[in-house]
């Protein structure tokens, strides 16, 4: 079975830093798009960041500038580096990732992590 594991969450200062990783183990052919979520309590669940196979980047207003997603194709494993952390950033993060099994068909399965708590305070 294939598994994705979140970690690097936790408590910080408005204005530190963290970096989440986004790790896919199991029988993986490839990993396609992987995307960061977010959900704060009370609110709906964001879309904060995605990259592409050919690791092309989108993100949210709210966070573009403060953010960078990246990914480490040999691990399987993608990232969130996130700087200037404001109080409003203050969410359970969620990774997906679209992941291919074989080598025959082009057949994309979703699997997301876990989530990692992030808290930033004033």
């Known amino acids: 079975q294939v598994q994705v594991v979140e970690s690097g969450g936790g408590s910080v200062q408005a204005g530190g830093s963290l970096r989440l990783s986004c790790a896919a183990s199991g029988s993986i052919f490839s990993v396609n798009k992987m995307d960061w979520y977010r959900q704060a309590p009370g609110k709906q669940r964001e879309l904060v960041a995605s990259?592409?196979?050919?690791?092309?980047?989108n993100y949210a207003d709210s966070v573009k500038g403060r953010f960078t997603i990246s990914r480490d194709n040999a691990k399987n494993t993608g990232y969130l580096q996130m700087n200037s952390l404001k109080p409003e950033d203050t969410a359970v993060y969620y990774c997906n990732a679209a992941i291919r099994k074989n080598d025959r068909d082009f057949v994309l399965f979703s699997y997301w992590g876990q989530g990692t708590q992030v808290t930033v305070s004033s």
């Open positions: 990259i592409t196979s050919g690791s092309i980047t």
